[in-house]
């Protein structure tokens, strides 16, 4: 089984950055994507970014488009998401999710039932003057 942990978030000013990490162990050797999604009270879970298993395939929602960018690092099993000029809307906590339904140039960028899994615990991320 596939056991992921998010880790990087914090409290950070409007404008400032910070760098998400997704760390997977377990059963590494299934090729997977990984969907990173965020959550406010009262909300929805949304798709944030997703890359493919051999990162070259990536998406964004449109609100983080031009902002945030992520990678992963196969040899590490680790995906990155840098959050950069980042504002209050982008508060929320932030989950990392695998699918393993691949795709050679994109990725899902919805939390569907039946898709992604192995959900970590979430790492708050708080946008605050």
């Known amino acids: 089984q596939l056991h992921l942990v998010e880790s990087g978030g914090g409290l950070v000013q409007p404008g400032g950055s910070l760098r998400l990490s997704c760390a997977a162990s377990g059963f590494t050797r299934d090729k997977y994507a990984i969907g990173w999604f965020r959550q406010v009270p009262g909300k929805g879970r949304e798709g944030v970014s997703c890359i493919n298993d051999n990162g070259r395939g990536t998406n964004y929602a449109d609100s983080v488009k031009g902002r945030f960018t992520i990678s992963r690092d196969n040899a590490k099993n680790t995906v990155y998401l840098q959050m950069n000029n980042l504002k209050p809307d982008d508060t929320a906590v932030y989950y990392c999710?695998?699918?393993?339904?691949?795709?050679?140039?994109?990725?899902?960028?919805?939390?569907?039932?039946?898709?992604?899994?192995?959900w970590g615990q979430g790492t708050q991320v708080t946008v605050s003057s």
């Open positions: 999710a695998a699918d393993w339904i691949l795709y050679p140039y994109t990725c899902l960028l919805l939390p569907l039932k039946g898709r992604y899994g192995s």
